[in-house]
C-alpha cells in the first residue's frame, strides 16, 4: 500500500538526524560564545504549537547537562506573563520559531530584552521578525522534503525533530563552555544523538503496522488522550497536536499525574489512551496510571521501551515499543508512534490535514483569521504603577 504524505514524513527524519546533527553542533557553537555560556544563571525556553512542545522536552536537557536551572514556557506566557518579573542574574532566553515568523514568540524575545536577558532564536529564517528581535541566532534551516512531497500542507515532523535537536545540542555545548561536561564526555552525548537516526529507523519499523491496526480498532472513538511527565509531556502534548491536526479529532495531552486528578472522572470510560514514559523517574507512577485506566475501562496503549516494567505490564491493550536511551533525550523516539497514529487515523477517516482550512480558516500567516503571524504585539514591559492596581 502507498504511504501517505505523513507517513512519508515521518519516514525521512531518520536521515534527516544523519543529515543535520554536525551543522547543529556547529552552529551551537558559533552562536552561543564561552564568555556567555560562563554568565547564565537561569534559561527560559519558549515558543508556540510544536516549537513550544520541543522545549518542553528540551528542559530537562539544560538542568541535567548544562546544570542551569531552566523552565519551558509558552510564548504568551513568557511574552505577557514572565518578561517583566525575571530573576536577578543572567537570564537567557531561547526563542523557538521554525519560520521566524510567530508573532508571539517575536514578542518574547522583544521583552526579554527589555528585561535585561539575553535573547536567542532557534530559527530557519535568519530575516525573520523571530531573529531581528533576537541577540544570538541559531540558524536550524530544514531540508526541503523530496520532490512528492514538496508543495504539500503536512503535520510538522521535520521541523519539530530539528528543533529538539537543536536545543539538546546548545544544551551540552553550554554544559561543555561552562565546564560541567568534559570535551570527551560532551562529543560522546553528541554521538548519542547522531546515533538516534538507527534508532528511530527501528522505531518506525516497528510501530508502522501496530499503528495502523490500533487505528482500525479504535475507529469509533471520538476523543483521545495522550499522557507524559518529565521531557515526554512535551511528547504527549506533541503527539495530541498531530491528531488533532492530522485527522480533526479532540485530542488531549495531560501530565501524568494530573490523568489521576481529571481524566480518570471521564464519562466515556472506552477513551484511547496513549501513556508514554522512557522507564525513567516517571515509570512506577506510569504503571499505576496504565492499571488505573485499564481498570476503569480505558483502551491503553503503552509508548515505552519493552523491557521496562511499564512496558511488560498486562494493563495494556497495545505496547509502541521505543528503544531504551537517556531519557532526556527520549522524546527523539516517543513521538514517533503519535506521529504514526496521527497518519494512519487521518488515512482511515479520509480526513484532509488541517481539515484543508476550510470553514472560515486559511492558509494566509500561518491560519488566516487566527492572526498566528500578524496579531498586535506589546512593546513594553508591565509598569510598576499598573502591578499594583
Not at 169 to 180: D, F, Y
Not at 368 to 382: A, M, N, V
Amino acid at each position: 500500500m502507498e504511504r501517505n504524505a505523513l507517513q512519508q514524513q515521518v519516514d525521512t527524519l531518520p536521515d534527516l538526524v544523519r543529515e543535520m546533527v554536525d551543522g547543529l553542533v556547529a552552529a551551537a557553537a558559533h552562536s552561543f560564545p564561552t564568555s556567555l555560556c560562563e554568565d547564565i544563571d537561569f534559561v527560559y525556553l519558549t515558543g508556540c504549537g510544536d516549537s513550544h512542545h520541543a522545549p518542553v522536552n528540551a528542559a530537562l536537557a539544560f538542568r541535567q547537562l548544562a546544570k542551569l536551572p531552566a523552565t519551558a514556557l509558552t510564548a504568551m506566557q513568557f511574552a505577557r506573563y514572565t518578561a517583566g518579573y525575571l530573576p536577578r542574574g543572567k537570564n537567557l532566553v531561547i526563542g523557538v520559531s521554525v519560520s521566524g515568523g510567530v508573532s508571539r514568540t517575536a514578542e518574547a524575545l522583544r521583552l526579554a530584552r527589555l528585561s535585561g536577558a539575553v535573547a536567542a532564536a532557534v530559527t530557519g529564517n535568519r530575516r525573520s521578525a523571530v531573529a531581528k528581535e533576537a541577540e544570538i541566532v541559531a540558524l536550524t534551516a530544514v531540508p526541503p522534503l523530496p520532490d512528492e512531497l514538496q508543495g504539500l500542507i503536512v503535520p510538522g515532523a521535520r521541523s519539530y525533530i530539528v528543533s529538539q535537536l537543536a536545543l539538546y545540542l546548545i544544551a551540552i555545548h553550554l554544559g561543555q563552555a561552562r565546564g560541567r561536561l568534559t570535551k570527551k564526555a560532551a562529543n560522546s552525548l553528541r554521538r548519542e544523538l547522531g546515533q538516534m537516526a538507527n534508532l528511530m529507523e527501528q522505531t518506525i519499523a516497528q510501530n508502522d503496522a501496530i499503528t495502523q491496526q490500533l487505528a482500525r480498532e479504535w475507529a469509533d472513538a471520538s476523543q483521545f488522550v495522550t499522557c507524559g511527565a518529565g521531557p515526554n509531556y512535551g511528547t504527549a502534548l506533541f503527539s495530541a497536536a498531530k491528531i488533532l491536526e492530522a485527522s480533526g479529532d479532540t485530542a488531549i495531552a495531560q501530565d501524568t499525574e494530573e490523568w489521576a486528578h481529571l481524566q480518570y472522572f471521564g464519562r466515556e470510560v472506552n477513551t484511547p489512551t496513549f501513556i508514554i514514559s522512557a522507564g525513567g523517574r516517571d515509570a512506577d507512577r506510569a504503571q499505576e496510571i496504565a492499571t488505573a485506566a485499564k481498570t476503569i475501562g480505558h483502551c491503553v496503549a503503552i509508548i515505552a521501551p519493552p523491557d521496562s516494567a511499564l512496558g511488560q505490564t498486562a494493563d495494556k491493550d497495545a505496547l509502541l515499543p521505543i528503544p531504551q536511551v537517556r531519557e532526556c533525550f527520549s522524546p527523539l523516539l516517543a513521538c514517533l508512534p503519535g506521529m504514526l497514529f496521527a497518519a494512519a487515523r487521518a488515512e482511515l477517516l479520509g480526513e484532509p490535514y488541517f481539515r484543508a482550512f476550510s470553514s472560515g480558516r486559511s492558509k494566509k500567516g500561518g491560519g488566516g483569521i487566527s492572526r498566528i503571524r500578524d496579531s498586535h504585539q506589546i512593546t513594553e514591559l508591565p509598569h510598576h504603577k499598573t502591578m499594583l492596581q
